[in-house]
């Protein structure tokens, strides 16, 4: 059996933090590859090591004077030094850092600096080997992740070592610069080193202990789910729950490898498993409800639109011309609505309408505005009777217009459209009808 590990930025803000991590690691042997972020903060009002390397380039970029800004970050670093009495300095690399900064490297390169740092610290704490995540991750030409080159570069860098640090959240372009990956990257990282040593469990530790069955700015202290498919993970975080990084998923699902979300902070607790597929139910019909505000509805009218081949295909070109994506598109016999995000649509509201007009010759256009969407999502929900029928209940009793129903047919989930001033009690009948309800 094997794992990788990837520590977020809040696991390892500071030595104290930096000492569960070794204990982690050493309580299961299982546990090889690891994968450190940047330090984040150590409390609400610190500032990430990562923000800060942006802030100091931003200074270096425009001419200014830099130096300070880096000396904050090595006192981060030498702060850790200290704490964990690590026979270590960063003085080297912090000389070619300012070298690179001066000769304006690049952002990528600056912010990629945080988690090579923190490698480097974490190679040596645990005395195991440092590998850069430069030599061994790759972008293509156009800045794509490069995967077929990383796969057999990395894999067999790894078969090298039984045991390494692979820094989080950066690789290099085929001109030998480094890149990043978007924020929160390093759990992409954790992915592709996970699929390249062919692990058993890809482990994502952090400050929570796994994803919740609802947002808990809405919920006070929610459920943990338990086990999640990957499907319904990617519905939950498309709609805004946030715990592991989108792209993260990808990887680790072609090989069918778990990934469990664990916390640094609670060791204790089981997490989080994110799985291909399971026959274990899940506790709840529903696996969990997220969602988005700021939505609006396009919706059109025509006479006789049922019988117009090509309708949709012109309506939604409208949109598409003005490079604008849609969520959902729901229809009747004469009418055709579109979803899209508001403030994308907003600047370019009258060139739509316009090109709809252009395009479809419709009866009426007319445009609803701050609406949300949500997403009950559940694997759970599949050939159940009654679900959607709970659902609006519940909604009805608290009084909430529903706007717009969309069920895929996977019956994976059920999307609803409601007043943007209905959101958070809509989210919280839902979870009373299917969480607490069922306590
Ligand atoms: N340190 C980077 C960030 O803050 C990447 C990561 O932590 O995953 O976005």
Same mark, same amino acid.
């Not at 090591?49 to 981060?76: H, P, S, W």
């Not at 778990?258 to 139910?281: C, F, L, M």
């Not at 508001?342 to 007009?357: L, N, R, T, W």
């Given at each position: 059996? &094997?794992?990788?590990?990837?520590?977020?930025? %809040?696991?390892?803000? &500071?030595?104290?933090? /930096?000492?569960?991590?070794?204990?982690?690691?050493?309580?299961?042997?299982?546990?090889?590859?690891?994968?450190?972020?940047?330090?984040?903060?150590?409390?609400?009002?610190?500032?990430?090591?990562?923000?800060?390397?942006?802030?100091?380039? =931003?200074?270096?970029?425009?001419?200014? *004077?830099?130096?300070?800004?880096?000396?904050?970050?090595? +006192?981060?670093?030498?702060?850790?030094?200290?704490?964990?009495?690590?026979?270590?300095?960063?003085?080297?690399?912090?000389?070619?850092?300012?070298?690179?900064?001066?000769?304006?490297?690049?952002?990528?390169?600056?912010?990629?600096?945080?988690?090579?740092?923190?490698?480097?610290?974490?190679?040596?704490?645990?005395?195991?080997?440092?590998?850069?995540?430069?030599?061994?991750?790759?972008?293509?030409?156009?800045?794509?992740?490069?995967?077929?080159?990383?796969? %057999?570069?990395? &894999?067999?860098?790894?078969?090298?070592?039984?045991?390494?640090?692979?820094?989080?959240?950066?690789?290099?372009?085929?001109?030998?610069?480094?890149?990043?990956?978007?924020?929160?990257? !390093?759990?992409?990282?954790?992915?592709?080193?996970?699929?390249?040593?062919?692990?058993?469990?890809?482990?994502?530790?952090?400050?929570?202990?796994?994803?919740?069955?609802?947002?808990?700015?809405?919920?006070?202290?929610?459920?943990?789910?338990?086990?999640?498919?990957?499907?319904?993970?990617?519905?939950?975080?498309?709609?805004?729950?946030?715990?592991?990084?989108?792209?993260?998923? /990808?990887?680790?699902?072609?090989?069918?490898?778990?990934?469990?979300?664990?916390?640094?902070?609670?060791?204790?607790? *089981?997490?989080?498993?994110?799985?291909?597929?399971? =026959?274990?139910? %899940?506790?709840?019909?529903?696996?969990?409800? +997220?969602?988005?505000?700021?939505?609006?509805?396009?919706?059109?009218?025509?006479?006789?639109?049922?019988?117009?081949?090509? /309708?949709?295909?012109?309506?939604?070109?409208?949109?598409?011309?003005?490079?604008?994506?849609?969520?959902? !598109?729901?229809?009747?016999?004469?009418?055709?609505?579109?979803?899209?995000?508001?403030?994308?649509?907003?600047?370019?509201?009258?060139?739509?309408?316009?090109?709809?007009?252009?395009?479809?010759?419709?009866?009426?256009?007319?445009?609803?505005?701050?609406?949300?969407?949500? $997403?009950?999502?559940?694997?759970?929900?599949?050939? #159940?009777?009654?679900?959607?029928?709970?659902? /609006?209940?519940?909604? $009805?009793?608290?009084?909430?217009?529903?706007?717009?129903?969309? #069920?895929?047919?996977?019956?994976? *989930?059920?999307?609803?459209?409601?007043?943007?001033?209905?959101?958070?009690? $809509?989210?919280? $009948?839902?979870?009373?009808?299917?969480?607490?309800? #069922?306590?």
């Amino acid at each position: 059996m &094997s794992k990788v590990v990837k520590f977020g930025g %809040s696991s390892l803000a &500071s030595a104290e933090q /930096f000492k569960k991590v070794k204990d982690i690691i050493m309580a299961d042997k299982d546990r090889r590859y690891v994968v450190p972020s940047a330090p984040g903060k150590r409390f609400s009002k610190d500032t990430k090591v990562t923000d800060m390397l942006y802030q100091c380039y =931003g200074k270096a970029e425009k001419g200014e *004077n830099f130096k300070d800004k880096l000396a904050e970050i090595k +006192a981060r670093y030498d702060e850790i030094i200290a704490g964990l009495k690590l026979n270590v300095n960063l003085d080297k690399e912090f000389a070619e850092i300012e070298k690179n900064f001066a000769a304006k490297a690049g952002s990528d390169y600056a912010a990629s600096r945080g988690e090579f740092l923190n490698g480097i610290l974490m190679s040596h704490y645990l005395g195991y080997p440092f590998i850069d995540a430069a030599d061994v991750i790759f972008f293509d030409e156009n800045g794509e992740f490069d995967a077929d080159k990383t796969d %057999s570069v990395l &894999s067999a860098r790894l078969k090298e070592d039984e045991r390494a640090v692979i820094p989080g959240f950066y690789g290099s372009m085929p001109d030998g610069s480094v890149k990043t990956f978007s924020r929160g990257g !390093s759990d992409i990282t954790g992915s592709i080193v996970s699929k390249a040593a062919k692990v058993d469990v890809y482990e994502n530790w952090t400050d929570v202990s796994g994803f919740l069955i609802a947002d808990p700015r809405i919920i006070p202290n929610p459920e943990v789910i338990e086990i999640i498919t990957y499907r319904e993970l990617r519905e939950l975080s498309y709609m805004g729950a946030t715990v592991l990084h989108e792209d993260a998923i /990808f990887p680790v699902r072609k090989m069918g490898i778990p990934i469990n979300i664990r916390n640094t902070n609670a060791p204790e607790d *089981n997490g989080t498993w994110i799985v291909g597929s399971t =026959g274990q139910k %899940s506790k709840y019909i529903i696996t969990g409800v +997220a969602g988005k505000k700021g939505f609006c509805a396009v919706n059109i009218e025509k006479d006789m639109m049922n019988s117009e081949i090509g /309708f949709g295909r012109k309506l939604l070109q409208a949109f598409e011309e003005n490079g604008i994506s849609f969520e959902h !598109s729901p229809s009747g016999i004469d009418t055709f609505t579109v979803f899209v995000h508001q403030d994308e649509f907003m600047d370019k509201e009258q060139k739509v309408v316009a090109g709809i007009h252009r395009l479809c010759n419709p009866d009426t256009v007319e445009i609803e505005t701050d609406l949300a969407l949500l $997403a009950v999502v559940g694997r759970g929900m599949k050939s #159940q009777r009654g679900t959607a029928g709970r659902i /609006f209940s519940a909604l $009805a009793h608290a009084n909430i217009n529903v706007k717009m129903i969309d #069920q895929g047919s996977s019956e994976l *989930n059920i999307i609803i459209g409601v007043a943007n001033s209905d959101f958070e009690a $809509a989210i919280k $009948a839902i979870y009373d009808i299917f969480v607490v309800s #069922q306590l």
